[in-house]
């Protein structure tokens, strides 16, 4: 049963994924939702977005105006959008979306204030690979960014497109290289850890596309409190391959809230792991040993705590 706080703007609701579907989301750094949103409200968003609907907010945000809202609308971050009842309802706690962000950003999940909104006239070329401005590399995931596409989004209407892996560190990529589309049906939510490499895709057909991006934010210290996965063990759990394992298991150890438990000691030891030893990796559990290194300052990678 989800739980809104209109007050603060805060939901809890019970969480959706396990200890695998947590750790996935620390390697791969993203999750796509076709079709979450109904589609009488991605028509109402549009509507809204273009104008042909009136404003009606729920409230007036202290010190602001209905001429302040007015203008927010009609700019490239029309985050009035968020005041809409019927948006709070269906979009920003949006069921499936809503048990993902409390797995990832623990209880009273706050939501996002700013609203940056993407239109695009297609045909158009596809952008650059960039991280986006801001971005930082670390353990820590105190933020977690979505974006919503109101109309439907296939490939030919150039939906965003992503590279698995890349929030970890410094990334780039050709052009010509291709990523993951985060094509979907109307209604299709991203969800993403803003750090990620990524770009709009490339369009062939003629339309607009809208895309609405936004922040969700975590109000409390992260804990191990997402679904118990029978079975699940932090020792044999995959982490991803060379000079990625590191960093994986370190945002799945700050995200349990066991962050300053985390030591490593490089090579073959734990958190590496092959399909094909025949024991345990050595070094699980260690109370010494180095970090990863997110900040590059080191030629081997890793870091002293
Ligand atoms: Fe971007």
């Known amino acids: 049963m989800l739980h809104y706080d209109a007050t603060t703007r805060t939901f809890d609701c019970e969480p959706t994924l396990n200890d695998s579907q947590v750790l996935d989301f620390c390697r791969q750094g993203y999750l796509i939702l076709p079709g979450a949103v109904p589609d009488h409200i991605n028509q109402r968003t549009c ?72 239109r695009v006239e297609c045909p158009a070329q596809p952008q650059g690979w960039h991280h986006d401005a801001d971005h930082v590399f670390g353990p820590e995931l105190h933020f977690v960014e979505v974006f919503y596409f109101p109309q439907d989004t296939p490939a030919a209407l150039g939906p965003t497109e992503l590279i698995p892996g890349t929030h970890l560190g410094p990334s780039r990529r050709e052009l010509s290289e291709k990523g993951v589309l985060a094509e979907g049906p109307a209604g299709t939510l991203g969800i993403h850890h803003q750090s990620i490499l990524h770009r709009r895709g490339e369009s062939t057909a003629s339309g607009i596309r809208h895309m609405l991006k936004y922040n969700y934010w975590r109000t409390t210290p992260p804990q191990r409190d997402w679904i118990g996965e029978p079975g699940f063990d932090p020792h044999r759990a995959y982490y991803g391959g060379h000079n990625v394992a590191r960093y994986v298991a370190h945002l799945y150890y700050w995200l349990s809230g066991a962050a300053d438990q985390y030591r490593i000691l490089g090579g073959q030891a734990w958190p590496w792991s092959s399909a094909n030893q025949i024991g345990p990796s050595y070094g699980f559990g260690q109370r010494e040993g180095y970090l990863p290194d997110w900040r590059k300052q080191h030629q081997d990678g890793y870091a002293n705590p």
């Open 47 to 118: 509507d809204y977005l273009e104008g042909r609907i009136p404003a009606n907010p729920s409230y007036l945000p202290p010190g602001m105006s209905l001429q302040d809202l007015e203008r927010i609308r009609a700019s490239h971050e029309p985050s009035s959008i968020f005041l809409e009842d019927w948006f709070i309802e269906h979009v920003l706690l949006n069921a499936q979306l809503a048990g993902i962000m409390r797995s990832l950003l623990g209880r009273r999940v706050g939501l996002p204030v700013l609203a940056s909104h993407h």
